[in-house]
């Protein structure tokens, strides 16, 4: 079993919201080739997206084997890699531009804009 598997397809605990209705707006996404529900103030709201997909969240919420996981996706490089793809993580959560700007503040753009025209 892939080790985000569970993270993809566990129900999220979906409290009262601020409307008093009890349930959020759902979206549907595709990552990869998974279908996965995400909740749409996470999809719109830099704020809470940036909390979220943070290097706190990457530092004390992952475990190893997920951070393993998700480091197969980083550039490999020929010397030090470790080295190398930690200064990578580092340059992507402190919001650093890369080439053509920020890969997370270029993903949290188009959910947000993506979710302006379904």
């Known amino acids: 079993m892939d080790s985000l598997d569970h993270m993809l397809?566990?129900?999220l605990e979906?409290?009262?919201c601020g409307d008093g209705h009890g349930t959020r707006i759902m979206e549907d996404c595709l990552l990869g080739g998974t279908r996965v529900s995400?909740?749409?103030d996470l999809l719109e709201d830099p704020e809470i997206f940036f909390d979220v997909v943070s290097l706190s969240t990457w530092?004390?919420?992952l475990s190893?084997?997920?951070r393993e996981h998700l480091q197969q996706f980083l550039p490999h490089f020929p010397e030090d890699s470790i080295q190398q793809q930690s200064q990578l993580i580092l340059a992507l959560f402190s919001g650093e531009n890369f080439?053509?700007?920020n890969p997370l503040h270029i993903a949290q753009k188009l959910f947000r804009d993506a979710?302006?025209?379904m």
């Open 115 to 117: 979710l302006g025209f």
């Open 64 to 66: 190893d084997s997920q």
């Open 14 to 16: 979906l409290g009262p």
């Open 9 to 11: 397809t566990d129900p």
């Open 99 to 101: 080439r053509f700007g």
């Open 38 to 40: 995400l909740p749409e």
């Open 59 to 61: 530092q004390e919420v």
